[in-house]
């Protein structure tokens, strides 16, 4: 069974950090292209930052310079570093995992207010 489960989120002030955490279980972690998605109340899923299998990142232009991708594959686990927090980063922040098949978890709530 295939799980992914997320943690790390919560409440920070604007300029604030959060590092976020995925750890996967079920799935030959090193293969998949690992993902973390927001959704804001009102707002559809978006990509924050991709990690594809060999290392490559990328992210969404709103975060580029203030949000950092990384995995730990001894730990089957994908982070996000948040920095610089804004209050329109508050969403539900979703783990991906996709290779044929794409897997979700089901989010951890990042709240960005003073």
């Known amino acids: 069974q295939v799980q992914l489960v997320e943690s790390g989120g919560g409440l920070v002030q604007p300029g604030g950090s959060l590092r976020l955490s995925c750890t996967a279980s079920?799935?030959?972690?090193?293969?998949?292209?690992m993902g973390w998605y927001r959704q804001a109340p009102g707002k559809q899923r978006e990509l924050v930052a991709g990690?594809?299998?060999?290392?490559?990142?990328n992210y969404a232009d709103s975060v580029k310079g203030r949000f950092t991708i990384s995995t730990d594959n001894a730990k089957n686990t994908v982070y996000l570093q948040m920095n610089s927090l804004k209050p329109e980063d508050t969403a539900v922040y979703f783990c991906n995992a996709e290779s044929e098949v794409s897997y979700w978890g089901k989010g951890t709530l990042v709240t960005v207010s003073s």
């Open positions: 079920g799935i030959i972690f090193s293969i998949y292209n």
């Open positions: 990690i594809r299998s060999g290392g490559r990142a």
